[in-house]
Protein backbone atom coordinates (compact mmCIF):
# COMPACT_ATOMS: atom_id res chain seq x y z
CA UNK A 1 0.00 0.00 0.00
CA UNK A 2 1.35 3.67 -0.91
CA UNK A 3 1.56 6.48 1.39
CA UNK A 4 0.46 9.53 1.51
CA UNK A 5 3.52 12.02 1.08
CA UNK A 6 4.04 15.72 1.62
CA UNK A 7 6.56 16.92 -0.13
CA UNK A 8 7.35 20.69 -0.58
CA UNK A 9 9.26 23.63 0.09
CA UNK A 10 8.88 26.45 1.90
CA UNK A 11 11.17 29.54 3.08
CA UNK A 12 12.80 29.51 6.28
CA UNK A 13 9.77 31.73 7.72
CA UNK A 14 7.11 29.15 6.93
CA UNK A 15 5.85 30.82 3.68
CA UNK A 16 5.33 28.70 0.44
CA UNK A 17 4.24 31.32 -1.65
CA UNK A 18 4.53 35.27 -2.13
CA UNK A 19 1.25 36.70 -0.98
CA UNK A 20 0.08 37.35 -4.95
CA UNK A 21 1.22 32.78 -5.60
CA UNK A 22 4.21 33.88 -7.38
CA UNK A 23 7.02 31.01 -6.33
CA UNK A 24 9.79 32.55 -8.87
CA UNK A 25 11.81 32.93 -5.56
CA UNK A 26 12.34 29.05 -6.03
CA UNK A 27 14.01 29.35 -9.51
CA UNK A 28 17.28 29.55 -8.30
CA UNK A 29 17.44 26.69 -6.57
CA UNK A 30 15.92 24.14 -9.02
CA UNK A 31 19.62 23.45 -10.41
CA UNK A 32 19.22 20.72 -8.24
CA UNK A 33 16.84 17.73 -7.64
CA UNK A 34 16.51 17.47 -4.12
CA UNK A 35 14.49 13.89 -5.10
CA UNK A 36 11.82 15.11 -7.03
CA UNK A 37 12.27 13.03 -9.63
CA UNK A 38 12.93 9.83 -7.24
CA UNK A 39 9.31 11.21 -5.82
CA UNK A 40 7.97 10.90 -9.18
CA UNK A 41 8.87 7.48 -10.21
CA UNK A 42 7.11 6.08 -7.14
CA UNK A 43 4.11 7.89 -6.78
CA UNK A 44 0.85 6.63 -8.28
CA UNK A 45 -1.55 9.83 -7.92
CA UNK A 46 -1.19 13.44 -6.84
CA UNK A 47 -3.61 15.79 -5.09
CA UNK A 48 -3.76 19.20 -5.23
CA UNK A 49 -6.01 22.31 -4.29
CA UNK A 50 -8.18 24.52 -6.84
CA UNK A 51 -5.55 27.11 -6.30
CA UNK A 52 -3.01 25.17 -6.83
CA UNK A 53 -4.20 23.53 -9.78
CA UNK A 54 -5.00 27.05 -10.95
CA UNK A 55 -1.99 27.88 -10.57
CA UNK A 56 -0.45 25.43 -12.53
CA UNK A 57 -2.59 26.13 -15.48
CA UNK A 58 -1.29 29.13 -15.67
CA UNK A 59 2.36 27.50 -15.79
CA UNK A 60 1.78 24.35 -17.32
CA UNK A 61 5.66 23.09 -16.70
CA UNK A 62 3.95 22.62 -12.97
CA UNK A 63 1.57 19.57 -13.93
CA UNK A 64 2.67 16.26 -13.34
CA UNK A 65 1.71 13.99 -16.31
CA UNK A 66 2.31 10.35 -16.09
CA UNK A 67 0.06 9.88 -13.66
CA UNK A 68 -3.86 10.75 -12.09
CA UNK A 69 -3.94 14.22 -11.17
CA UNK A 70 -7.14 14.71 -8.05
CA UNK A 71 -8.42 17.97 -7.57
CA UNK A 72 -10.36 18.84 -4.76
CA UNK A 73 -12.76 21.44 -5.89
CA UNK A 74 -16.59 21.65 -5.68
CA UNK A 75 -16.32 24.27 -8.61
CA UNK A 76 -15.93 23.64 -12.39
CA UNK A 77 -12.30 24.20 -13.61
CA UNK A 78 -10.97 23.78 -17.12
CA UNK A 79 -9.33 20.71 -18.21
CA UNK A 80 -5.37 20.85 -18.55
CA UNK A 81 -4.65 19.28 -21.84
CA UNK A 82 -2.91 16.01 -22.08
CA UNK A 83 -2.99 15.79 -18.04
CA UNK A 84 -5.11 12.59 -16.38
CA UNK A 85 -7.59 14.67 -13.79
CA UNK A 86 -10.41 14.02 -11.47
CA UNK A 87 -12.74 16.49 -9.73
CA UNK A 88 -13.16 14.97 -6.46
CA UNK A 89 -15.76 16.60 -3.87
CA UNK A 90 -15.41 13.71 -1.70
CA UNK A 91 -13.96 12.64 2.11
CA UNK A 92 -10.34 12.94 1.97
CA UNK A 93 -10.33 9.22 3.31
CA UNK A 94 -12.55 8.24 0.49
CA UNK A 95 -9.88 9.53 -2.53
CA UNK A 96 -7.44 8.03 -0.44
CA UNK A 97 -9.04 4.17 -0.77
CA UNK A 98 -10.11 5.43 -4.13
CA UNK A 99 -6.54 6.12 -4.88
CA UNK A 100 -4.96 3.03 -3.23
CA UNK A 101 -7.84 0.93 -5.13
CA UNK A 102 -6.35 2.01 -8.36
CA UNK A 103 -2.15 1.82 -7.22
CA UNK A 104 -0.01 0.60 -4.67
CA UNK A 105 2.66 3.41 -5.21
CA UNK A 106 2.66 6.65 -3.16
CA UNK A 107 0.22 9.55 -3.19
CA UNK A 108 1.74 12.99 -3.28
CA UNK A 109 0.29 15.44 -1.70
CA UNK A 110 1.32 18.78 -4.33
CA UNK A 111 -0.64 21.34 -2.21
CA UNK A 112 -1.26 23.71 -1.32
CA UNK A 113 -1.14 24.42 2.61
CA UNK A 114 -5.01 23.93 3.51
CA UNK A 115 -5.30 21.18 1.78
CA UNK A 116 -1.66 19.65 2.97
CA UNK A 117 -3.40 20.79 6.54
CA UNK A 118 -6.85 19.23 5.88
CA UNK A 119 -5.32 15.84 4.91
CA UNK A 120 -2.75 15.88 8.73
CA UNK A 121 -5.98 17.14 10.28
CA UNK A 122 -7.32 13.65 8.87
CA UNK A 123 -4.77 12.08 9.89
CA UNK A 124 -3.95 10.59 6.31
CA UNK A 125 -0.12 12.07 5.98
CA UNK A 126 2.41 9.28 6.28
CA UNK A 127 5.59 11.65 5.64
CA UNK A 128 6.46 14.92 5.75
CA UNK A 129 9.52 15.87 3.47
CA UNK A 130 9.66 19.85 3.92
CA UNK A 131 12.40 21.60 2.08
CA UNK A 132 13.07 24.58 3.75
CA UNK A 133 14.98 26.70 1.04
CA UNK A 134 17.60 29.60 2.83
CA UNK A 135 15.06 33.08 2.11
CA UNK A 136 12.97 35.09 4.47
CA UNK A 137 10.03 35.99 2.53
CA UNK A 138 8.40 38.27 5.37
CA UNK A 139 4.68 37.78 3.90
CA UNK A 140 2.87 34.96 1.88
CA UNK A 141 1.10 32.06 1.80
CA UNK A 142 1.96 29.96 4.83
CA UNK A 143 1.89 26.15 4.20
CA UNK A 144 0.34 24.96 7.82
CA UNK A 145 -3.21 26.65 7.92
CA UNK A 146 -5.90 25.34 9.77
CA UNK A 147 -4.05 22.56 11.43
CA UNK A 148 -6.73 22.10 14.23
CA UNK A 149 -5.14 20.15 16.95
CA UNK A 150 -1.40 19.58 17.85
CA UNK A 151 -0.02 16.78 15.87
CA UNK A 152 3.42 15.26 17.20
CA UNK A 153 6.07 14.65 14.80
CA UNK A 154 9.31 12.03 14.97
CA UNK A 155 12.33 13.11 13.16
CA UNK A 156 13.34 10.72 10.34
CA UNK A 157 16.19 12.51 8.80
CA UNK A 158 17.63 15.88 7.66
CA UNK A 159 20.01 16.44 4.48
CA UNK A 160 21.36 19.89 3.75
CA UNK A 161 22.53 20.42 0.16
CA UNK A 162 24.98 22.44 -1.27
CA UNK A 163 22.81 25.19 -1.91
CA UNK A 164 21.75 25.86 1.09
CA UNK A 165 18.51 24.11 1.49
CA UNK A 166 18.10 21.61 4.18
CA UNK A 167 15.01 18.44 4.03
CA UNK A 168 13.67 17.40 7.15
CA UNK A 169 11.68 14.15 6.70
CA UNK A 170 9.08 13.65 9.64
CA UNK A 171 6.83 10.86 10.77
CA UNK A 172 3.73 12.40 12.33
CA UNK A 173 2.55 10.08 14.95
CA UNK A 174 -0.61 8.56 16.59
CA UNK A 175 -2.08 10.87 19.18
CA UNK A 176 -2.47 14.35 19.76
CA UNK A 177 -2.35 16.61 22.46
Known amino acids: MGRVLVFIATSLDGFIARPDDDISWLDPYSREDHGFTDLLRNTGAAVMGA ?9 PERLI ?33 EIRHESEKDVYLAGGGQVISRFLNEGLVDEICQ ?9 GI ?9 IPLELAGADPY ?6 LRYIPQEGTS
Open 51 to 59: RTYRQSLAH
Open 65 to 97: GGMKNYVLSHRTLPRAPGIDITFWQGTLPGLIE
Open 131 to 139: FVVPVLLHD
Open 142 to 150: PLYTGIRHE
Open 162 to 167: PSGIVR
